[in-house]
């Protein structure tokens, strides 16, 4: 069964910076480019970021310049480097494929907390 893990959340303060990382199964990860979405309370799921194969990244405005997407294609992990957080950075994070026709069940998520 394909499973993605996401791990690195926690609570923080406005400022301060955490570090997510997602490990994918190893046919998914080198087969699609890789996106970083984010879930916050009474919302819908959204995108964040997304690392293609070749490492060409792409942000959503509301997080330009603060956070870096990257992928360890050795690891078959790819990592979410969030910078001077703000309180609506709050949510729910996931790992998926970009591609919605190749997502699989989404996980856990790990949990970001910013206060204020």
């Known amino acids: 069964q394909v499973r993605l893990v996401e791990s690195g959340g926690g609570l923080v303060q406005a400022g301060g910076s955490l570090t997510l990382s997602c490990a994918a199964p190893?046919?998914?990860?080198?087969?699609?480019?890789l996106g970083w979405f984010r879930q916050a309370p009474g919302k819908q799921r959204e995108p964040v970021a997304l690392?293609?194969?070749?490492?060409?990244?792409h942000f959503v405005d509301s997080v330009k310049g603060r956070f870096a997407i990257s992928r360890d294609n050795a690891k078959s992990t790819i990592y979410l480097q969030m910078n001077n957080l703000v309180p609506e950075d709050t949510a729910v994070y996931y790992c998926?494929?970009?591609?919605?026709?190749?997502?699989?069940?989404w996980g856990q998520g790990t949990q970001v907390t910013v206060s204020s």
């Open positions: 998926n494929a970009a591609d919605p026709r190749q997502r699989t069940n």
């Open positions: 190893r046919n998914m990860f080198l087969g699609n480019d």
């Open positions: 690392v293609r194969r070749g490492g060409e990244t």
